[in-house]
């Protein structure tokens, strides 16, 4: 069974435990917007998925329960402020971030008060620039930032004003079709009876989530 994850350390050190465990023999690393297609395409039997995307479409995924990633952390993406927080009026974001975008715009209205315009931005655009044009980014956690520059981590920020860890992703298993050379026939729908919903439950570990996406005509 082959499982999808981040290319980020706290992913990859649950894949590792998945492998040790004995359930997963293989991983493949991709980037968490990519995650549920990897499950579509069946380049994955699971994979760490956004949470929002589980929330968005509860019926199209099996989540498997206690496998996610949960931390006081965002290993993705981070808040880069060009000043003062009470000054920001625009934040530039990668379109696909969507989770990441939506906690940032919980976190700043709900901690801070601040309601600022996110504008979307093209993730190739330098840093530099998109600060010049606006008040703060959101950027790979990874990225270069200026030393003047103020850094807000979405993780800690949750923590703070919910005092308990965020739940950024699960780990569903691929979506169900006819067993083909591609498709082990273990990679089954999720069991449904007339008026019955399929399973859908949420999962932690870290910052993202375990799901099985289930037939088209159940599912988001």
């Given at each position: 069974?082959?499982?999808?994850v981040?290319?980020v350390?706290?992913a990859?050190?649950?894949?590792a435990?998945?492998?040790d465990a004995g359930?997963v023999?293989?991983?493949v690393?991709?980037?968490?917007?990519?995650?549920?297609?990897?499950?579509?395409d069946g380049r994955?039997?699971l994979?760490l998925?956004?949470?929002?995307?589980v929330?968005?479409?509860?019926?199209a995924?099996a989540?498997?329960?206690g496998?996610?990633l949960?931390g006081?952390?965002?290993?993705?993406?981070?808040?880069v402020?060009?000043g003062p927080l009470?000054?920001?009026?625009?934040?530039?974001?990668?379109?696909r971030y969507?989770?990441?975008?939506l906690l940032?715009?919980?976190?700043?209205r709900e901690?801070?008060?601040?309601?600022p315009a996110?504008?979307?931005?093209?993730?190739?655009?330098p840093?530099?620039?998109?600060?010049?044009?606006h008040?703060?980014?959101l950027?790979?956690?990874?990225?270069q930032?200026?030393?003047e520059?103020?850094?807000?981590?979405?993780g800690q920020?949750w923590t703070?004003?919910?005092s308990?860890?965020?739940?950024?992703?699960s780990?569903?298993?691929?979506p169900?079709?006819?067993?083909t050379?591609?498709?082990?026939?273990r990679?089954?729908?999720?069991?449904s009876?007339?008026g019955?919903?399929?399973m859908?439950q949420?999962?932690?570990?870290?910052?993202r989530?375990?799901?099985t996406?289930?037939?088209?005509?159940?599912?988001s």
């Amino acid at each position: 069974m082959r499982i999808a994850v981040w290319p980020v350390a706290p992913a990859r050190a649950l894949g590792a435990a998945l492998r040790d465990a004995g359930p997963v023999t293989d991983t493949v690393e991709v980037a968490p917007f990519e995650a549920s297609a990897a499950l579509r395409d069946g380049r994955a039997d699971l994979a760490l998925v956004p949470t929002l995307d589980v929330l968005r479409d509860p019926d199209a995924y099996a989540v498997a329960p206690g496998v996610g990633l949960v931390g006081e952390r965002c290993p993705t993406v981070r808040l880069v402020l060009a000043g003062p927080l009470d000054a920001v009026e625009t934040v530039a974001f990668d379109p696909r971030y969507g989770q990441e975008v939506l906690l940032t715009q919980l976190l700043l209205r709900e901690h801070y008060g601040a309601a600022p315009a996110f504008v979307p931005s093209d993730p190739a655009t330098p840093l530099a620039e998109r600060l010049a044009g606006h008040d703060a980014a959101l950027v790979p956690a990874e990225a270069q930032v200026p030393d003047e520059a103020v850094v807000l981590d979405l993780g800690q920020e949750w923590t703070e004003l919910r005092s308990a860890p965020s739940c950024g992703a699960s780990s569903p298993p691929a979506p169900p079709s006819a067993p083909t050379s591609r498709t082990p026939s273990r990679r089954r729908p999720e069991p449904s009876r007339p008026g019955t919903p399929p399973m859908s439950q949420r999962g932690t570990t870290s910052s993202r989530s375990t799901a099985t996406p289930t037939p088209a005509s159940t599912s988001s």
